[in-house]
């Protein structure tokens, strides 16, 4: 949205012209989600040290994890608000590939909310189940996998179910029909794995 608008000002004076790279939008982007993490992180943690909402250690996690018990909890907001302004002020939002990531930041985002909500303030310390984290995971995956899969025409290249293969140059696999339990698999299996590591 500003960078839009700093842009239309490239008439008026040709250094404006540089909000109009990408490198310059995803740099500005990550700076001011910084920024607003340095100036409202400290008060939410405050905030949430008054109000007790903190890590509650599971008893059969890592005795290593124990020293974590009473670490404010919940901060994931403060990364998520400063990601969700960060990308209203300078991404462009008519691009097909950010209101993908956009949409999967804001859902991954409200599973995790629910899961400390119910963990800090309703006590409940299992959390949110992990059959319906799961649940969410999948529905994701199905939405993020169709969308690319049946919507070809907004595709840079039409091409919707290839993919590169990493370490190897020019290889690309095009998975067919096959493309969207391959996304199912990759965002379950990645949130997982954070998750597991996370303890």
């Given amino acids: 949205m500003l960078g839009d608008l700093l842009y239309q000002l490239k008439d008026f004076f040709f250094g404006f012209n540089v909000f109009r790279y990408i490198t310059v939008r995803a740099a500005l982007a990550a700076i001011t989600a910084l920024l607003f993490s340095l100036i409202i992180g400290p008060k939410l943690i405050k905030i949430l040290r008054e109000k007790q909402i903190g890590e509650e250690i599971r008893n059969d996690g890592p005795q290593t994890h124990r020293k974590k018990s009473g670490t404010p909890t919940m901060g994931g907001i403060i990364i998520l608000v400063g990601i969700i302004i960060g990308v ?8 097909y590939y950010i209101q993908l990531i956009f949409i999967s930041t804001i859902w991954m985002g409200m599973v995790g909310f629910i899961d400390d909500y119910l ?78 590591t996370d303890g």
């Fill in 119 to 196: 963990k800090t303030v309703k006590k409940y310390k299992p959390g949110l189940i992990g059959k319906y984290k799961l649940t969410g995971q999948i529905i994701l995956g199905v939405f993020i996998g169709g969308m690319i899969f049946f919507n070809y025409q907004y595709i840079i290249g039409g091409i919707n179910s290839n993919t590169s293969m990493p370490f190897f140059k020019n290889l690309e696999i095009d998975f067919g029909w096959l493309y969207i339990p391959v996304v199912i698999f990759v965002i379950t299996g990645t949130s997982n794995a954070v998750n597991l």
């Fill in 88 to 95: 209203i002020l300078w991404a462009k939002l008519t691009n």
